[in-house]
């Protein structure tokens, strides 16, 4: 079974530039989740998807951040315009179904974007 | 926003010692998961224990919690140098984990 697969795996670009993440989540899993990991910290939620519904955006920073999750695959990262700050690694996660009474299941990670903004 | 805090934030070992790393926690969880991270690579579960368990086994991983003080202890035992990772526990909470900072552990051959 093919893992999360993420791309670009390394993105360096200048700042107040656009850029774009992908990934393509396990297949059959209907949750869909973006987080941020900066150096030597544990990953930060960004937005969750329950299919094709965005549930969770609350700290997705929305005046520059955008994601969308066509078809309730698929799904896109955006940040435009980057600044210096945004230089992390992106990490899209899927899981399936929840456990029984609420409790998040076991999550699936893809290998994460590196982004360097100049 | 992290979870809590992890402790050591580093460790050091020999191979065939163990490891004992220890997580606290903010909020109310329904379970709570451990995960490693390699260098440059994603985040791979390792187990998951519910907030009415005590303790759980997994090979050579042994997970305690204790919801009373919202903390857990991940202890490996017999650690490889393969087991050089990061490693960071997760509340589960209603629907998302919530992540700590991190334990990093070095296993020198």
């Known amino acids: 079974e093919a893992g999360v697969v993420q791309s670009p795996r390394y993105k360096i670009i200048e700042k107040k530039q656009p850029v774009a993440f992908w990934c393509n989540p396990i297949?059959?899993?209907?949750?869909l989740y973006w987080y941020l990991q900066n150096l030597g910290q544990g990953p930060e939620l960004l937005i969750r998807y329950e299919n094709e519904e965005a549930v969770d955006d609350s700290q997705l920073p929305k005046d520059r951040f955008s994601a969308e999750r066509l078809k309730g695959v698929d799904s896109t990262l955006k940040i435009q315009p980057a600044e210096l700050g945004d230089s992390a690694v992106y990490l899209c996660?899927?899981?399936?179904?929840?456990?029984?009474?609420?409790?998040?299941?076991?999550?699936?990670f893809g290998p994460g974007t590196r982004l360097t903004v100049l | 926003s992290q979870q809590g805090e992890e402790d050591p934030q580093a460790l050091s070992i020999q191979e065939g010692e163990n490891a004992t790393m220890n997580c606290s926690y903010k909020t109310s969880i329904n379970n709570l998961q451990w995960y490693r991270q390699n260098s440059g690579r994603g985040l791979v579960h390792l187990i998951l224990i519910r907030s009415n368990e005590r303790e759980k086994h997994s090979g050579r991983l042994r997970v305690t919690l204790d919801t009373s003080k919202k903390s857990s202890s991940l202890l490996i035992t017999a650690s490889r140098a393969a087991d050089t990772a990061s490693y960071f526990c997760?509340?589960?909470?209603?629907?998302?984990?919530?992540f700590g900072t991190g334990t990093r552990l070095l296993v020198s051959p």
């Open positions: 997760a509340g589960g909470g209603f629907q998302k984990l919530v």
């Open positions: 996660a899927s899981s399936s179904t929840r456990l029984a009474g609420g409790g998040s299941n076991e999550q699936f």
């Open positions: 297949s059959g899993h209907n949750t």
